[in-house]
């Protein structure tokens, strides 16, 4: 397998909860709780959950848009302490957001939105006045119209915004793109040319994707592995061939279940698991097992005690966090 390009170990983000006219603290919104995983240069890593369970919070971590309660972010094994070291990693690491709406500022040019980066980073880059060529090789890369540089976002459609920022995600050749749900906006009918963009961009560029997205029908043709997150850790991770076809923590065959097949033979066949009640508050996190709440094999004594570390379970790179993690054939697609 390829080097590790970018390590996330035992990454906390922890924000306060104040109350009262002092502002006091009375406690912490867990949003990212311990969560350890490696993505080797070109490949990439969905990572699944329902909302609220983490992941644009992971996503910032990872881009340094927020600095970790606890843990680190590696970058090519080297862990960055110095603001040089800092400002390196966020040329390396790059993110697109969801929203093409809002992540572009309305009142700049498109050559200017996607300009901006290569200006913040000029010197460490030693550019001298040559981002409009940049530029236009940039548009034409991801596939818009070079002579268009001078239009604003409301001229284009979502498609088109999403293709601007991911032209900005790609302005400084980083190693690693952050894609924190980059087609849940978007039309079904022009998501899959999004997706089809940044495949062709990893192929041409090298480029290793953290792939962010709610539910495993998206991320599914596009990760090579997968992590699926509950109440702000991981539950389950592999290979996305394993995930798919193994699936072996409840959770992971609960959100499977539910997903549509194809075929409606198999459709019709299926046995769908269906998740009682809500997502806990990530302030407030459930004992033992966080899953055990809503977990349809959870057992009193056991679950709601006792924490279930990630550990090899089943083939090679399989991780499950489950007290009883085995497959369950039937619910597999
Ligand atoms: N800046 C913040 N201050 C306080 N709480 C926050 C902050 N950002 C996120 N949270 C909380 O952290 C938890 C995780 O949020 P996050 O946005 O990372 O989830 P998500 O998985 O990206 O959800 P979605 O699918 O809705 O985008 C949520 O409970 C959220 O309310
Ligand atoms: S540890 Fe128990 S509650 Fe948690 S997922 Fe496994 S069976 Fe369910
Ligand atoms: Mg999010």
Redesign the pocket.
Known sequence: MSEVVLEARDLKKY?PVKKGVLQRTIGH?K?VDKVSFELHAGETLGIV?E???????LGRLLVQLERPTEGKVLLEGRELKTDQELREMRRDVQIVFQDPYTSLNPRMTVGDIIAEPLLIHKKDLGLKGTERARVQELLEQVGLNPEHINRYPHQFSGGQRQRIGIARGIALNPKVLVCDEPVSALDVSVQAQVVNLLERLQRELGLAYVFIA?DLAVVRHISHRVAVMYLGQIAEQGEADQIYSHPMHPYTQALMSAAPVPDPVIQAQRERIVLSGDVPS?ANPPTGCRFHTRCWKAKTGTCDVNVPVLEHKGKADHMVACHFAEELTSVTA
């Open positions: 924000y919104v949003a959950g909302s609220g369970c983490g992941k644009s919070t709610h990530p």
